[in-house]
Nanobody, 115 residues
């Protein structure tokens, strides 16, 4: 069973940047699409960015133009570069396949953006 471990979260001021990493215990090449999800307090978990095996990317409107997803199949790692962060980006961020697999949810990475 593949395990996904997120890292890179933290506290940042509005307008700042963070880069999240998602390290997989095994190859992610077999997964057609990987995604970054986030869950804000009191809200449902939502997909904010996805990338397929060919490198095609999709973003939620709320992060388009500010976030960039990438994958390094050789390192079994997926990244999320987050720029121009806003307080409403505060959430726990998770990586998973898209569509998501119940058994792949990790602990997530807390991102807190102060105003």
């Amino acid at each position: 069973q593949v395990q996904l471990v997120e890292s890179g979260g933290g506290l940042v001021q509005a307008g700042g940047s963070l880069r999240l990493s998602c390290a997989a215990s095994e190859s992610i090449f077999s997964f057609n699409a990987m995604g970054w999800y986030r869950q804000a307090p009191g809200k449902q978990r939502v997909l904010v960015a996805r990338i397929n095996r060919g490198g095609f990317r999709n973003y939620a409107d709320s992060v388009k133009g500010r976030f960039t997803i990438s994958r390094d199949n050789a390192k079994n790692t997926v990244y999320l570069q987050m720029n121009s962060l806003k307080p409403e980006d505060t959430a726990v961020y998770y990586c998973n396949t898209d569509p998501s697999s119940t058994g792949l949810w990790g602990q997530g990475a807390q991102v807190t953006v102060s105003s």
